[in-house]
């Protein structure tokens, strides 16, 4: 109900808030308009709380270090087939 068709395909539930561009693209928008429209933007930011980010990094923490695991496995077991194939 609250959300509009965007241009691209996008879905959003706020309009910009950017003024639109004329077709002559010769306006400019002021440093003090581009300030308050970047302060707009940041208003609308959900910022993780402390739980989050701290789940968030042990994910991540825990799916680099599979990867590592996974990697150094293959480069160790390529690297012995390749000594028994070449030695």
Same mark, same amino acid.
């Given at each position: 109900?609250?959300?509009?068709?965007?241009?691209?395909?996008?879905?959003? &539930?706020?309009?910009?808030?950017?003024?639109?561009?004329?077709? &002559?693209?010769?306006?400019?928008?002021?440093?003090?308009?581009f300030?308050?429209?970047?302060?707009?933007?940041?208003?609308?930011?959900?910022?993780?709380?402390?739980?989050?980010?701290?789940?968030?990094?042990?994910?991540?923490?825990?799916?680099?270090?599979?990867?590592?695991?996974?990697?150094?496995?293959? &480069?160790?077991?390529?690297?012995?087939?390749?000594?028994?194939?070449?030695?």
């Open positions: 109900m609250g959300r509009r068709r965007e241009e691209g395909g996008t879905v959003s &539930d706020t309009s910009p808030t950017a003024a639109p561009r004329s077709d &002559d693209g010769k306006s400019r928008t002021s440093p003090a308009t300030y308050r429209q970047v302060v707009a933007e940041l208003r609308k930011v959900v910022y993780p709380t402390r739980p989050q980010v701290v789940t968030y990094f042990v994910v991540v923490l825990v799916f680099v270090l599979v990867m590592m695991a996974i990697v150094a496995g293959l &480069d160790y077991g390529l690297g012995q087939l390749m000594f028994e194939v070449f030695a």
